[in-house]
């Protein structure tokens, strides 16, 4: 798993833990620097994770709307392993997480079905999304 770090000056508490999870490679961007908001989300990331609180507002608004539009699962943590392992278990559950969120089975409903990716933009094919970006209007669902 390629795990994507946005925001935060120093990850390196961070690596040995999400490397116990399974992430092969973390890369990191500290957007610190304007041009952050220009980069373009790497196409083997399987995980975004946005520390909230080390964040250029530019940045997150389009790398949150990259997200989005691949349908990548992403935590919205603090820069803090609490709030981040919180996030990982709730996505590695298969929901999306924002720290102090319930847990996933909670927050999603357990009893509602996961819903197949009709875009084709999910690679497992279990629809993550919040907006689904089809061209084809006749294959975007009702909702999402």
């Known amino acids: 798993?390629?795990?994507?770090?946005?925001?935060?000056?120093?990850?390196?508490?961070?690596?040995?833990?999400?490397k116990e999870m399974g992430a092969e490679t973390i890369v990191h961007w500290d957007t610190r620097n304007?041009?952050?908001?220009?980069?373009?989300?790497p196409e083997k990331?399987?995980?975004?994770?946005?520390?909230?609180?080390?964040?250029?507002?530019?940045?997150?608004y389009t790398l949150k709307k990259q997200v989005k539009e691949r349908c990548l699962p992403a935590v919205y943590c603090r820069r803090n392993?609490?709030?981040?392992?919180?996030g990982l278990e709730a996505v590695l559950a298969g929901g999306i997480a924002e720290a102090g969120a319930e847990p996933a089975g909670e927050a999603a409903g357990e009893d509602r079905p996961q819903?197949?990716?009709?875009?084709?933009?999910?690679?497992?094919?279990?629809?993550?999304?919040?907006?689904?970006?089809?061209?084809?209007?006749?294959?975007?669902?009702?909702?999402?």
């Open 81 to 86: 392993w609490s709030d981040m392992a919180l």
């Open 1 to 18: 798993m390629t795990v994507l770090i946005v925001g935060a000056d120093r990850i390196g508490a961070f690596v040995p833990r999400l």
């Open 115 to 144: 819903r197949p990716c009709r875009c084709g933009t999910s690679p497992s094919g279990v629809c993550r999304c919040t907006t689904c970006t089809c061209a084809d209007k006749a294959k975007r669902p009702a909702r999402h």
């Open 34 to 41: 304007v041009r952050a908001s220009k980069n373009k989300i």
């Open 45 to 60: 990331t399987d995980l975004v994770i946005f520390c909230t609180d080390y964040l250029n507002h530019k940045a997150a």
